[in-house]
């Protein structure tokens, strides 16, 4: 690569794809991956905690405080995704999200809010009041797939 | 949600699937597509940096702080995706990345090392270091595609 031009190597390394989105409005189909992306690594990492609460995997405090805390900075990345310009765009979901888009915003701010008190409950430590914590983000996803998600 | 028991809240916010992964060895084509979620969200946060290191796009040191500290956390996340049992998975991941696996590690922490350099240098607040610092990020990216990805 030494040997490339610096804007060249960036290029090449993102992808032309993705530069060219990064210079001009993000294409719809782009923000759709980008936001089914981050529902990918949110499942990711909350699945194990999620067993961890039905008591189906052993209980890892230590794997919960690291996990909280990617689905904390994951939380905030990823609304962006379901701009207006993606309603047209072939996903899971549903029209409402864009229609109500004020009922939506608060069932991504009851996701955050849960996973805060997650947070918090790792740092504290008790057992209990992390599994309720758990329950609280799984009930938190549930209820906006409900209203937002086609099943 | 809240008639539902907590289990089945949680298994059906999940997705079925993920939550089985959850409580098992995780799927070689789960790996896969969580490994890809990864880099297509780095790939969504260093766009707009290269393309302002590139003065393609207006200089914003909040966006790029900020960034950066996204990049840092999905650096942390990812490379537990590339077990040896994905091997045999359609991806652009080529063989040697499962074959010379120290070589492969070596990429990953070039990779978390310029994004640790960035993360310093958007604190620092010097432009022309920051501007270095992408570029530095954009080399590692190449240079791990260059060996490791099927182009």
Redesign the interface.
């Known amino acids: 690569?030494k040997s490339?031009p610096?804007?060249a190597?960036?290029?090449?390394?993102?992808?032309a794809g993705?530069?060219a989105?990064?210079?001009a409005q993000v294409k719809p189909e782009i923000l759709v991956?980008?936001r089914?992306?981050?529902m990918?690594?949110q499942?990711?990492?909350?699945?194990?905690l999620?067993?961890m609460?039905?008591g189906?995997?052993p209980y890892n405090a230590t794997v919960i405080a690291r996990n909280a805390g990617?689905l904390a900075?994951l939380g905030e990345?990823a609304w962006d995704g379901y701009d207006a310009s993606t309603k047209d765009v072939k996903s899971r979901t549903l029209p409402v999200a864009y229609s109500n888009a004020d009922k939506f915003k608060q069932a991504q701010q009851h996701f955050e809010s849960a996973v805060g008190q997650l947070v918090a409950a790792a740092k504290g430590g008790d057992e209990a009041k992390v599994k309720a914590a758990?329950?609280g983000v799984?009930?938190s996803?549930?209820?906006c797939?409900?209203d937002f998600r086609e099943n």
Request: positive net charge.
């Open positions: 690569m490339k610096l804007a190597a960036l290029l090449f390394a993102l992808g993705y530069a989105a990064a210079l991956k980008q089914q992306a981050k990918v690594l499942a990711k990492y909350f699945g194990p999620a067993a609460a039905q189906k995997a990617y900075v990345m758990i329950g799984g009930k996803c549930g209820s797939h409900d």
